[in-house]
């Protein structure tokens, strides 16, 4: 049995698979990084939606004007930027507490996603 073990136990230890590939990682991250999904405000592919409309009054017309708040279409973003702005606090967005990998991994996923 302890053969058996020495012969096998190498084997896991020097593997390159992983349960998951990057692509699924990125995309588990997107969908649900820490609670708040990342596709509710980026959608799908990352170019941003509308998350909600205010209206506002013009008080020397008196129209009224409506206003959007719109997630940020992340496509255009290099992967600094993107590391950046998630490590930074944000009016709208939640703060998350993701890795330099973790952001990188979910920058891949949009990337292939969008190809």
Do not use: W
């Not at 708040?36 to 009054?57: D, E, F, L, N, Q």
């Amino acid at each position: 049995m302890r053969i058996l073990l020495l012969l096998i136990v190498p084997l896991f230890l020097f593997s390159k698979q992983d349960f998951i590939s990057d692509y699924e990682y990125g995309a588990m991250l997107y969908e649900n990084p820490r609670g708040i999904s990342c596709v509710k405000c980026h959608g799908a592919k990352g170019k941003g939606v509308v998350i909600g409309t205010y209206y506002t009054t013009d008080k020397k017309t008196k129209k009224r004007m409506v206003h959007e708040v719109k997630g940020a279409d992340i496509n255009k973003k290099t992967l600094e930027e993107t590391i950046a702005s998630v490590n930074r606090v944000h009016d709208v967005m939640p703060t998350y507490s993701l890795t330099n990998e973790e952001v990188k991994a979910i920058y891949d996923y949009i990337g292939k996603k969008n190809r």
